[in-house]
């Protein structure tokens, strides 16, 4: 057994004498006072090799913003399907009604909740499945499966559809109520099932609560609408009564399941599809993963954008960013030597292993630039955060997390479940998509190089 360490009155003297024995500590300490940490730690030379120039480019638009939101996911999907309906109807600008997602995923992760709930109901609730299930009934956050999922079963409408709430917008200003309901439906749910009852009347019930409370917040989505248009040539075009599903169908396609989220997890098996159970939107759906190499996803992403489609990707974003410039490079900033000397050294395993690193944002690969031997050395972002955070965010990172179409046939093999890691929300390691030619089966077929 290992003896404890107590910081003792010696301890503390060698510690003092340390300290003063580096006169450039306290300089450091000086500037600091008046610096915040990012300021103080940011280097000039590095950043101004990041230039916003790429061999690889896809047409964006005019940047979304999330807000004070954990929208970020549902936001970077609906970056990368809107250029469908800019091309198709010759737009300068378009986007989707992240409201109109965000009511339905609220309502679907509700009845998730519950369903896990019930799911559980015989384990103690200081039991780890129901503990972490009460922890965060109604989460913001999710991946590319999950708003897929969503667009799949209620379709999508234009912003003017639906629009922004000051709650859809702010998402704090009421979770804490909704999740405080959740919880005590809990306790009401896992009684009724310990008695041997009949659950699913109540629990619709509670599911209608929580319907007429997104109503009140964010609006009651709309059946039918008339899409209505003015193309880049000045000529005025009206679509009437539509359905969200018939303008998905007509402006977006019903290829969505071409696509397969792709990771790259040096903690788990490659060439291996995995399955986290008991996480999503639905109870109807599973999320899978398919972990490949870090040089696959990065020459999978390469493919698509040189495609002429963008990726969505999700990633650790802290904190080697710098915000209002849009840079994100871990050679921009020296917080190690500011700091008195501090070495970091962890492997990409060793940082999920560890929850030093967890997927935590979501954004879309809008370009790459290539060096003359065809690598990567700069990618470009377009993020959800306003037009007030860089002018599109630039990303050089020594283990990009992204993907994209799959390189040649693979045998699929039945997908196993992640065990608990500590990686992300759930996830195994951070996620990107790409369409893959996956089919409903889940066999993959091969697409030819570019």
Request: aromatic share 10%; proline share 5%; net charge negative.
């Amino acid at each position: 057994m290992n003896r404890v360490t107590l910081i003792d009155a010696r301890m503390l003297e060698r510690f003092e004498q340390g300290y003063a024995a580096r006169p450039e500590l306290n300089v450091m300490s000086n500037a600091v006072s008046r610096t915040a940490l990012p300021d103080a730690a940011f280097v000039p030379a590095a950043a101004a090799r990041l230039r916003m120039d790429f061999s690889v480019l896809v047409k964006t638009n005019n940047i979304t913003n999330q807000k004070q939101s954990g929208r970020c996911w549902m936001f970077s999907t609906l970056n990368v399907l809107r250029q469908r309906v800019i091309a198709k109807c010759d737009l300068e600008d378009f986007s989707f009604s992240p409201t109109y997602l965000a009511f339905y995923d609220k309502l679907e992760k509700a009845n998730l909740f519950l369903e896990n709930i019930l799911h559980f109901a015989d384990q103690d609730l200081t039991d780890r499945e129901t503990y972490t299930l009460l922890g965060n009934p109604l989460p913001d956050g999710g991946q590319w499966d999950m708003a897929i999922s969503l667009i799949k079963k209620y379709g999508v409408v234009p912003s003017w559809v639906m629009p922004e709430t000051v709650h859809s917008t702010g998402t704090a200003k009421y979770l804490p109520i909704l999740n405080r309901k959740l919880r005590e439906d809990a306790l009401e749910l896992r009684a009724l099932a310990k008695e041997g009852k009949d659950t699913a009347a109540r629990r619709e019930e509670m599911l209608a609560e929580i319907y007429n409370a997104l109503c009140i917040l964010y609006g009651q989505p709309p059946r039918s609408f008339d899409f209505e248009y003015t193309d880049k040539d000045e000529h005025y075009h009206c679509d009437r009564n539509l359905t969200p599903h018939t303008f998905l169908e007509k402006y977006v396609g019903n290829d969505l399941d071409d696509y397969v989220v792709i990771i790259s997890s040096p903690i788990h098996a490659l060439n291996r599809t995995y399955c986290q159970p008991f996480m999503g939107d639905m109870v109807e759906e599973n999320m899978f993963w398919l972990n490949l190499s870090q040089e696959e996803l990065e020459d999978l992403t390469i493919r698509q954008l040189q495609a002429g489609e963008g990726v969505m990707f999700s990633c650790d974003c802290h904190p080697d960013g710098d915000r209002t410039n849009g840079y994100w490079d871990p050679d921009c900033f020296q917080y190690g030597e500011v700091l008195g000397g501090l070495t970091f050294g962890m492997t990409k395993a060793e940082r999920l292993l560890t929850r030093e690193s967890t997927m935590n944002h979501c954004m879309m690969f809008c370009g790459v630039n290539l060096d003359e031997n065809g690598k990567a050395d700069r990618w470009k972002i377009e993020n959800s955060w306003g037009d007030a955070s860089g002018r599109r965010l630039l990303h050089r990172q020594r283990e990009v997390v992204q993907g994209q179409c799959l390189p040649d046939h693979r045998p699929q093999e039945p997908a196993e479940r992640c065990p608990a890691r500590p990686a992300g929300s759930g996830a195994p390691a951070h996620e990107a998509v790409g369409p893959a030619g996956l089919n409903s089966n889940r066999c993959y077929k091969e697409i030819p190089s570019s």
